[in-house]
């Protein structure tokens, strides 16, 4: 009996029990619809991360007053983190001499209500006051207008540079140039629009109203708040010498001995983009315990299944034994039947998983993904759940008695 008999059986035998048959395919592919689809999601993801971070740079760093992320190292605990002042901000900006570009800014507020007459957003406006430089080195770019100047920045003037989704929800289709949005009760001239990065990880670039910072810090600066300087260095194979060039300048404003540790941090593009990727192998895990809970389940119930088979065609075995058919050979084409009825449900698992994956992975501005690892991995698993499940009912008709089981009524 060769291979291609033991699958032409197998299919049969399912036929003949359909209705359990679906029914265990649909358990299996739950399982592996939700491993496939979440990984699958998970790298659409990470290239979303990559892709929008890419757009910063490898050149350009941040200085900030802490760490952006949570740090249970001890070496962490005693640092007294000091918020960065605008005086410390523009003393770095002026003493800074490597070749490069620096920005000062800082972000007010996340929850922002902009109107304009009497269409309002709603309260989820990043608003950020900022210099001349901000634009370039946060990689970003003008649709149309312009951005803020450094004379708007020294003059202190209420004008607004605001984001896509923003232009699009309080003035549709017509031009946002040239008209007065009120922040804060207070009226902002808006000289620009930004063009859009995406709905997915552009931390509110799309919903943002930036203005010069000197103007902001009269009506929405909080005491105790921290600015950004934001760094661009024009040659990236010289980034590493740029930081300790800024850590330098920075230890020295703030008077910092030798051994006294800096009590500010630093952030680079890809530091943030490599933790929030890091961050996703949670949900990672989540998808494999899911899957193999489905699995788990479904091994089951494909068990009961081939034992009711093999009760159910207990005559057949008994007639197969008696015209030669040996034991290796009906444990084969039971294992060949679990295995079938595995990779069935598999493959409308991987199918649907990929389609889940991908469409989350489009709303989110990913890339398409054909999960090659996933798929195959799906496979494996399949293949290995027939044959667990599969293993003991095939035994057991294996080694049923010839003659007793054509007695079986």
Known sequence: MTILNDIKIAIEAVKSNIGRAILTCLIIAVGIMALVGMLTAIDGMKASITKNFSLLGTNTFTIINGSAFVDFDDEYENIDYKPISIKEALCFKENFKF??????????????????????????????????????????????????????????????????????????KKSALNKNIIVGGKKYLVIGVLKSKGQAFDFGSNRIVIMPYTNGKKSFYNPGSSYNIGVKVFDYKMLDPALNYSKAVFRNIRNLKPKMS??????????????????????????????????????????????????ERTREIGTRKAIGAKNVQILRQFLTEAVIICQIGGLGGIVLGIAVGNIVSSLI????????????????????????????PARHAARLDPIDSLRYE
Not at 365 to 391: F, K, Q
């Open 365 to 392: 501005d990913g890339p398409m993904i054909l999960p090659w690892t996933w798929i195959l991995l799906a496979i494996v698993l399949c293949t290995l759940v027939g044959l667990v499940s599969g293993i003991m």
């Open 99 to 172: 070749p490069g570009l620096v920005s000062v800014y800082m972000t007010y507020s996340w929850t922002a209500i902009v109107k304009y007459g009497t269409v309002k957003s709603n309260p989820n406006v990043q608003l950020t006051g900022a210099d001349e430089n901000f634009l370039e080195i946060n990689g970003q770019e003008i649709e149309m207008g312009r951005f803020i100047s450094a004379s708007d920045v020294s003059n202190e003037l209420q004008v607004a540079v605001i984001g896509k989704e923003l232009k699009e929800i309080l003035f549709k």
């Open 262 to 311: 800096n009590n500010f941090d630093f952030e680079t593009s890809d530091g943030i983009s490599n933790r929030l990727i890091s961050s996703l192998t949670f949900v990672s895990i989540a998808a494999y315990v899911i899957a193999f809970i489905t699995l788990f389940g479904a091994s089951i119930g494909l068990m009961n299944i081939m034992l009711v088979s093999v009760k």
